[in-house]
């Protein structure tokens, strides 16, 4: 809202990072009011926690070897918490959350899914669009609660399907929507008045008039 101190993200990879840079982008072009104060992988490798610190913001790996769900998620909420973060975006972030982690931070978890929820939840989710047929998939964000890409909805971005896509060439076109789809998400929440109604999300009064 005007005048707030940007909102205090975490973002949780295991892999890339594209949608990190995507919304970190996001943030400093002023479409979205916060910034990424802490990047935090279980992966030390993950070439995404490598852009984080090349962009100058505290990247954490903090890998699950030794260690139960619960210890390693633990862990995790200890770093969120010596940076003061207010909201988790999960990019790409392989591990399912413990139900203390995602009571942790309520309602103020969000995860983006390569396909249309509640179509092709899980792994590979263009692999199994593409192996059922459908002609239409996407992208959706949505609130985490302790299912698998189960929480409600947010924002969805539809990509038709080609008869001659290939998993890559279908996730990729996805993969662009994803970048849009993520910081209007983030924007939305951060900006309207909302709440939770059963499954969806109910937004109230207008949309603030673009500036
Ligand atoms: C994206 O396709 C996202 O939807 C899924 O994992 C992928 C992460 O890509 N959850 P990136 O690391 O953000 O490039």
């Known amino acids: 809202m005007a005048g707030e101190a940007p909102a205090r993200v975490a973002v949780l990879l295991s892999g890339r990072g594209s949608n990190f840079l995507s919304l970190h982008a996001a943030m400093g072009r002023g479409e979205v009011p916060a910034r990424v104060v802490v990047v935090v992988s279980n992966k030390s490798k993950a070439a995404g926690l490598a852009k984080a610190v090349e962009l100058g913001i505290p990247a954490v790996a903090i890998s699950r070897r ?4 619960q210890q390693h ?3 995790v909420l200890e770093v969120l918490r010596q940076h003061r973060v207010e909201w988790v975006c999960l990019a ?3 591990r399912l ?3 203390s982690f995602v009571a942790a931070f309520p309602r103020r978890i969000l995860n983006i899914h390569p396909s249309l929820l509640p179509s092709f939840p899980g792994l590979e989710a263009q692999r199994q669009a593409l192996q059922h047929g459908v002609r239409v998939s996407g992208c959706t964000v949505h609130l985490v609660d302790e299912g698998l890409d189960s929480g409600p909805v947010v924002v969805q971005r539809a990509v038709t ?3 001659d896509d290939t998993e890559d060439s279908l996730a990729t076109r996805i993969l662009v929507q994803e970048h849009c789809a993520y910081p209007e998400a983030l924007s939305r ?5 909302w709440s939770v109604k059963g499954r969806r999300i109910e937004w109230h009064g207008a949309a603030p008039r673009p500036t």
Do not use: N, V
């Open 97 to 99: 959350l413990s139900p």
């Open 66 to 69: 030794g260690c139960s769900r």
């Open 189 to 193: 929440l951060l900006t309207r008045r």
């Open 161 to 163: 399907i080609e008869d």
């Open 92 to 94: 790409g972030y392989m």
């Open 73 to 75: 998620d633990q862990r």
